[in-house]
């Protein structure tokens, strides 16, 4: 099962796949944990990305590129693997196609999550996240057992820099100029599904596990 999630901020790519990854027993890949370990660790590339993450604006191509043509080679993907907020732009989705065309591995399905503003804003302004393991959190919609504790490891939760409203505003406006381009690429490919953004978690994981049943994905 080789998935690509994409989706707007806040869209609830990365609470899925977490799920998914669990269930099928296949990595998530996601460029922004990935990421925000390079900038906890202080790397170069860290360095460099915390620039443009904290204003909400894009890591350049090159720097995800890499990296992911990286991590999709390494042996735990030969089972498949979920991508989680890449590609997000054309450069980057042409880069996959041809990494993954050389190994072998091509994309399986796309899974489009729409979701309102409304919905977005709701979720961002509440989210909270490990500092050690990165399960996400919601101060509302998915508390956690001990306040500002996360269930799965004990450490301290957070508010994420960049779900302050201004730049979540922000991350919105540069979502809607890059992706809409992606989701038409994947559409042409007759790889994509839409699934509702706004539906609550059981009801997104119900509305999945029944289509890759139906698509004969496993
Ligand atoms: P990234 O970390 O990918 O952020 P994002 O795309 O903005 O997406 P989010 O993580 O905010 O949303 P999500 O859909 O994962 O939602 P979640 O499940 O957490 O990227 C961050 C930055 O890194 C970018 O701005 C950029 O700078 C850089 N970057 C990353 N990838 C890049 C790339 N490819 N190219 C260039 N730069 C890149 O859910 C949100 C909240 O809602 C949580 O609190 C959760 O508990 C709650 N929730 C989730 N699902 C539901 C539900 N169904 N019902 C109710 N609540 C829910
Ligand atoms: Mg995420
Ligand atoms: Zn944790």
């Not at 080679?73 to 991508?83: Q, R, S, T, V, Y």
């Not at 992706?179 to 042409?188: F, K, Q």
Request: hydrophobic fraction near 35%; charge should be positive.
């Amino acid at each position: 099962m080789r998935l690509v999630l994409l989706g707007p901020p806040g869209a609830g790519k990365g609470t899925q796949a977490k799920v998914l990854s669990k269930e099928y027993n296949i990595p998530h890949i996601s460029t922004g944990d990935i990421l925000r370990e390079t900038v906890k660790a202080k790397t170069p590339i860290g360095l460099k990305a915390k620039v443009f993450m904290d204003k909400g604006e894009l890591v350049p191509d090159d720097v995800v590129i890499e990296m992911v043509a990286q991590r999709v080679a390494k042996p735990d993907c030969e089972k498949g693997f979920m991508l989680d907020g890449f590609p997000r732009t054309a450069a980057q989705a042409e880069a996959l196609d041809a990494t993954l065309t050389r190994l072998n591995r091509p994309i399986d399905m796309v899974l489009f999550f729409k979701t309102s503003v409304g919905t977005i804003v709701q979720r961002l302004s509440g989210r909270r996240v490990c500092r050690n393991c990165a399960e996400n959190y919601h101060v509302k919609n998915i508390p956690p057992k001990v306040d500002g504790k996360c269930d799965k490891c004990g450490s301290e939760l957070y508010q994420r820099d960049d779900d302050k409203e201004e730049t979540v505003l922000y991350r919105i406006k540069v979502y809607d100029k890059t992706v809409p381009e992606i989701v038409n690429y994947y559409e042409n490919k007759g790889a994509l599904r839409t699934i509702c953004g706004d539906f609550d978690v059981d009801e997104a994981h119900d509305y999945l596990s029944k289509l890759f049943v139906k698509e004969g994905l496993k």
